[in-house]
């Protein structure tokens, strides 16, 4: 960015304070925490079941070692997940883990308050979308009509969050 003031060329001039926002991507998944644990920025909103922790293959029914390892996210129920910096978050990526003896047309997926098509049981299976507007954390609900709705135990493992980091006020000083 060139200050140009009638046409003369400024040597040294301090010109605007300019807002800088860019789109980050935060990528996570559970190798380094314990079982049992649930990262803070993981949140349990409306439990059906057995509260969100991390876990590995031989510690559930699933069946399941991770997406990129061994340990997950398991959980049942609805939960809300943040950005571990706390950056409005705009878009997503995650792998889903069901049991393989759900019947899909009794499985319902929300995530980010819109319907995502229900991945099939048995195997890890990415869900990814856009956000229509920045929020603070992506509610992730899994639920099973068996007659009355409850939730559904499932996987979830290697997150991406594309973020909107906080704005950085940049002094400029340009020379001419």
């Known amino acids: 960015m060139h200050c140009n003031s009638g046409g003369a060329l400024l040597l040294a001039s301090f010109c605007l304070i300019q807002s800088i926002e860019a789109q980050g991507l935060i990528k996570f998944d559970f190798e380094d925490l ?3 644990s649930r990262p803070s920025y993981i949140s349990e909103i409306y439990p059906f079941g057995a509260a969100p922790q991390v876990t590995h293959g031989s510690g559930l029914s699933l069946g399941a ?7 997950y996210l398991t959980s049942a129920g609805s939960i809300s997940v943040s950005s571990p910096d706390l950056s409005p978050i705009i878009g997503y990526s995650f792998y889903i883990f069901l049991p393989a003896e759900v019947q899909a047309n009794r499985v319902s997926l929300d995530v980010g308050n819109s319907l995502a098509p229900v991945p099939l049981g048995g195997s890890w299976q990415q869900i990814s979308g856009v956000l229509n507007e920045p929020t603070s954390s992506l509610t992730i609900s899994v639920r099973y009509d068996f007659g009355e709705i409850m939730g559904l135990r499932n996987g979830i493992d290697a997150f991406e969050l594309a973020t909107i980091p906080e704005p950085s006020v940049f002094l400029l000083a340009l020379t001419g």
Not at 65 to 71: E, F, P
């Open 34 to 36: 314990a079982i049992g």
């Open 65 to 71: 070692t991770g997406y990129r390892g061994d340990k």
